[in-house]
């Protein structure tokens, strides 16, 4: 019986390493630059914060921004859609359109509107952080991770924002037929309680994302920049996230 007792004591450990092991798992980082910091934005772990570098469609925060504080209707209908949907398609679904809508239809027109990005930059203390159009597609759209953390808090400070961040996908009515585009960042609505999220890529910026979010350990800031692909983006920010 005391062998039988000890056996059992022996596999019981052993499975329970074993799941130790597995929540442990570690995630491979392939960024080329990212953080975690807490709300205040103070940096608890990082590499290579100021490395400038393409952002690609984390610059679609910046035209949502300018655009709002702009105080235009936003029910107009600008092109296809309303203004306020241009918004949600642009933060939400990444599009590339909404966001050249938004800064087309912008006082005094896009050059104004990327004018108005850049100044936004500069009050914000983004001093490694330039624009040269809305969508992210320009490889000189660049920025820091370290300036990324001004743009994720000045973000939440815009209701709209919020709201896309926390949407997984947008369901918008043309005609008599429902659109729907779903989340670049598919963990939305699943795990964590986001407040400020969008991700970004084309070839120069490699996988891209930045983040505030609620975790088991607190409220986090992540940028994640020149992450492989649009595949290892979020696994990475999610793994470094929750693990500082």
């Given at each position: 019986?005391?062998?039988?007792?000890?056996?059992?004591?022996?596999?019981?450990?052993?499975?329970?390493?074993?799941?130790?092991?597995?929540?442990?798992?570690?995630?491979?980082?392939?960024?080329?630059?990212?953080?975690?910091?807490?709300?205040?934005?103070?940096?608890?772990?990082?590499?290579?914060?100021?490395?400038?570098?393409?952002?690609?469609?984390?610059?679609?925060?910046?035209?949502?921004?300018?655009?709002?504080?702009?105080?235009?209707?936003?029910?107009?209908?600008?092109?296809?859609?309303?203004?306020?949907?241009?918004?949600?398609?642009?933060?939400?679904?990444?599009?590339?359109?909404?966001?050249?809508?938004?800064?087309?239809?912008?006082?005094?027109?896009?050059d104004a509107c990327i004018r108005a990005m850049n100044n936004k930059a500069k009050l914000l203390g983004m001093n490694?952080?330039?624009?040269?159009?809305?969508?992210?597609?320009?490889?000189?759209?660049?920025?820091?991770?370290?300036?990324?953390?001004?743009?994720?808090?000045?973000?939440?400070?815009?209701?709209?924002?919020?709201?896309?961040?926390?949407?997984?996908?947008?369901?918008?009515?043309?005609?008599?037929?429902?659109?729907?585009?779903?989340?670049?960042?598919?963990?939305?609505?699943?795990?964590?309680?986001?407040?400020?999220?969008?991700?970004?890529?084309?070839?120069?910026?490699?996988?891209?994302?930045?983040?505030?979010?609620?975790?088991?350990?607190?409220?986090?800031?992540?940028?994640?920049?020149?992450?492989?692909?649009?595949?290892?983006?979020?696994?990475?920010?999610?793994?470094?996230?929750?693990?500082?």
């Open positions: 019986m005391r062998r039988i007792l000890s056996l059992l004591v022996f596999f019981a450990f052993l499975y329970n390493g074993q799941a130790i092991a597995t929540a442990s798992k570690s995630v491979h980082i392939t960024a080329q630059s990212w953080l975690v910091a807490d709300e205040s934005g103070r940096v608890l772990q990082s590499e290579n914060v100021e490395q400038q570098r393409s952002i690609a469609s984390i610059t679609k925060l910046m035209t949502a921004m300018v655009v709002l504080d702009a105080h235009q209707d936003l029910n107009e209908h600008i092109g296809r859609y309303t203004r306020s949907e241009n918004i949600q398609l642009a933060l939400v679904h990444s599009d590339n359109n909404a966001a050249s809508t938004l800064c087309q239809y912008y006082p005094n027109g896009r490694d952080t330039k624009y040269v159009d809305p969508t992210g597609l320009g490889v000189f759209n660049i920025s820091t991770a370290i300036d990324l953390i001004k743009l994720v808090i000045a973000a939440k400070g815009y209701k709209e924002i919020i709201e896309a961040s926390r949407t997984s996908h947008v369901k918008i009515k043309i005609k008599k037929k429902w659109l729907v585009f779903n989340n670049t960042n598919p963990i939305i609505g699943k795990r964590h309680d986001f407040i400020v999220s969008k991700t970004g890529y084309i070839r120069a910026s490699g996988g891209c994302i930045v983040m505030m979010l609620d975790t088991e350990i607190g409220r986090r800031i992540v940028v994640v920049l020149g992450s492989k692909n649009t595949h290892t983006r979020i696994p990475e920010a999610e793994f470094i996230a929750t693990k500082f």
